[in-house]
């Protein structure tokens, strides 16, 4: 199940790294391919059993989410956050861009979803884990968490629904932070996974491109300031209406509390 999507390259650099990698996977043979693919399984594996079995996570991030124009322009909308979660029910998400600044703030019985720029909230009952929190806000209200894909008990499960091809492409460094590198395919989209070498195997990027719309605009996170256990950031997971922000209907979230600035109209 992935969940986020969304850029690419500048056509000429597009062609040239196309073309390497091509000339790089051209050298390999059938049966080295195979076990790239079983070491990346068994990376992207490693990952989700250590995501899921940290009772305590936190970290911050930065996003990227591309929007394509009708005449073919890619856009990026750039936000900043935090998260941290304690298993099995607690949540709180922070988001902030040029056009919002949203929280998420779940305490195992009610999700709360705040928008302090506009200074107005919704309330909806969840029950249970964070995996059934997951569920409500991707299937009932149209809204991904960050990392959605990365924090449910089961990542690995979910990541490799549909995947038709993989590819361990060596190592990368990320905010100095040598990671296993992956690539995965599926109908729908593309996406690629940086993981932190050693027995803290964290996911520290993350990007998905789409391949049903038109431009191949991409989602991409990338993660900072990672603790778990008793460094990670410490939190009460209850919601405090200190502002006098006022309630609205869930049904009224996309119009009052959009994801897009207010100048951006959705097409088809």
Same mark, same amino acid.
């Given at each position: 199940m992935i969940?986020?999507?969304?850029?690419?390259?500048?056509?000429?650099?597009?062609?040239?790294?196309?073309?390497?990698?091509?000339?790089? $996977? %051209?050298?390999?043979?059938? &049966?080295?391919a195979s /076990? #790239?693919?079983?070491?990346?399984? !068994?990376?992207?594996?490693? *990952?989700?059993?250590?995501?899921?079995?940290?009772?305590?996570?936190?970290?911050?991030?930065?996003?990227?989410?591309?929007?394509?124009?009708?005449?073919g322009q890619?856009?990026?909308?750039?936000?900043?956050?935090?998260?941290?979660?304690?298993?099995?029910?607690?949540?709180?998400?922070?988001?902030?861009?040029?056009?919002?600044?949203?929280?998420?703030?779940?305490?195992?019985?009610?999700?709360?979803?705040?928008?302090?720029?506009?200074?107005?909230?919704?309330?909806?009952?969840?029950?249970?884990?964070?995996?059934?929190?997951?569920?409500?806000? $991707? %299937?009932?209200?149209?809204? &991904?968490?960050?990392? /959605? #894909?990365?924090?449910?008990?089961? !990542?690995?499960?979910?990541? *490799?629904?549909?995947?038709?091809?993989?590819?361990?492409?060596?190592?990368?460094?990320?905010?100095?932070?040598?990671?296993?590198?992956?690539?995965?395919?599926?109908?729908?989209?593309?996406?690629?996974?940086?993981?932190?070498?050693?027995?803290?195997?964290?996911?520290?990027?993350?990007?998905?491109?789409?391949?049903?719309?038109?431009?191949?605009?991409?989602?991409?996170?990338?993660?900072?300031?990672?603790?778990?256990?008793?460094?990670?950031?410490?939190?009460?997971?209850?919601?405090?209406?200190?502002?006098?922000?006022?309630?609205?209907?869930?049904?009224?979230?996309?119009?009052?509390?959009?994801?897009?600035?207010?100048?951006?109209?959705?097409?088809?």
């Amino acid at each position: 199940m992935i969940t986020i999507t969304k850029a690419t390259l500048k056509t000429t650099v597009a062609k040239l790294s196309v073309g390497v990698f091509a000339f790089a $996977i %051209g050298l390999g043979t059938s &049966t080295i391919a195979s /076990a #790239d693919e079983a070491d990346a399984k !068994a990376l992207l594996k490693a *990952m989700s059993d250590y995501m899921a079995s940290q009772e305590a996570i936190s970290f911050a991030y930065d996003a990227s989410f591309e929007v394509v124009t009708k005449d073919g322009q890619r856009l990026s909308l750039a936000s900043s956050g935090t998260m941290a979660l304690n298993r099995p029910d607690k949540l709180h998400v922070t988001r902030s861009g040029g056009f919002m600044n949203n929280e998420t703030i779940f305490d195992g019985q009610t999700l709360t979803l705040l928008g302090k720029n506009v200074n107005l909230y919704t309330q909806v009952e969840v029950k249970g884990t964070i995996d059934n929190l997951l569920d409500t806000m $991707i %299937g009932k209200l149209g809204r &991904t968490p960050p990392a /959605a #894909d990365l924090i449910s008990s089961n !990542a690995y499960d979910q990541l *490799m629904e549909n995947v038709v091809d993989i590819k361990d492409l060596g190592s990368g460094v990320i905010n100095g932070v040598e990671c296993d590198f992956l690539a995965f395919r599926t109908e729908d989209v593309d996406w690629q996974i940086w993981i932190a070498h050693g027995d803290q195997p964290y996911p520290c990027r993350y990007v998905v491109t789409s391949k049903q719309i038109d431009g191949a605009p991409q989602y991409s996170i990338q993660f900072r300031d990672w603790e778990t256990g008793k460094n990670a950031v410490s939190d009460d997971f209850i919601f405090s209406n200190t502002t006098d922000a006022k309630m609205i209907d869930p049904a009224d979230l996309k119009e009052k509390m959009g994801d897009l600035p207010s100048h951006f109209k959705t097409g088809g």
